[in-house]
């Protein structure tokens, strides 16, 4: 099954309001990053989380390697955070495989 | 921060030719890793490199595919001959170590295989 799952899979939400995007994964972890991919494809990254938190103007991500899960949180919300926000993890096992999750597309409404 | 480039942006390209893309990835990093992404799908990993060497790759890395980096310039991922489901965009990536380390991706080349 899914190593890496992300919720919800897409998001609408009013300027101003605030997101909670999730991903938990059913592997241990060695690094989590977390992107933005603009609606024409090109990638931003956000956050390199391997575990705590982390806050960047208006978004913070939180690990929690026991719980297998990371979250990233939007507050007040922009027409121009619409997109797809990723996350990425690797393992931490003996490899370099890093593993997409499948996304959450939002929707800002002015 | 540390750049990734990738050239070209885009390349349209007839089934069964060949195309090299091309990245050129953060200066001192030591990891390189390609990514496929179909439009509208999940990104896969391809496969990573590492000391003039292939390290791991996915199911989706076919044998018309190849990877090098000759003499540290750039690294470039083959794909001879091509076909149609190769059509994707394809994301460089590198980082100073393994993948425990933070990747750094490129803007990605579009593949178009007619």
């Known amino acids: 099954g899914q190593q890496v799952q992300q919720s919800p899979a897409s998001l609408v939400l009013q300027e101003g309001e605030n997101a909670e995007l999730q991903c938990n994964f059913s592997?241990?972890?060695?690094?989590m990053q977390w992107f933005y991919q603009r609606p024409g494809g090109s990638l931003v990254s956000l956050f390199y989380?391997?575990?705590g938190t982390k806050h960047s103007g208006r978004l913070t991500s939180t690990t929690v390697i026991k719980e297998r899960r990371s979250s990233l949180h939007i507050s007040s919300s922009q027409t121009t955070d619409s997109g797809t926000y990723l996350c990425?993890?690797?393992?931490?096992?003996?490899?370099?495989?890093?593993?997409f999750g499948t996304g959450t597309r939002l929707q800002v409404l002015p | 921060g540390p750049k990734v480039l990738q050239i070209p942006s885009h390349q349209i390209i007839d089934m069964g030719q060949m195309v090299t893309l091309n990245c050129d990835p953060v200066?001192?990093?030591?990891?390189f890793y390609w990514y496929k992404q179909i439009l509208g799908q999940q990104m896969e990993f391809l496969v990573n490199?590492?000391?003039?060497?292939?390290?791991?790759k996915s199911k989706l890395f076919k044998d018309q595919f190849s990877v090098e980096r000759p003499d540290g310039s750039y690294f470039t991922l083959k794909i001879q001959p091509t076909a149609l489901e190769d059509s994707a965009v394809y994301f460089c990536?590198?980082?100073?170590?393994?993948?425990?380390?933070?990747?750094?991706f490129g803007p990605g080349t579009r593949l178009t295989v007619l």
């Open positions: 490199f590492y000391n003039g060497k292939v390290m791991e």
């Open positions: 990536a590198s980082s100073l170590w393994g993948s425990s380390y933070e990747q750094y």
């Open positions: 989380n391997p575990s």
């Open positions: 990425a993890l690797a393992r931490s096992s003996n490899t370099n495989k890093v593993v």
């Open positions: 592997t241990s972890l060695n690094s």
């Open positions: 200066s001192n990093h030591l990891y």
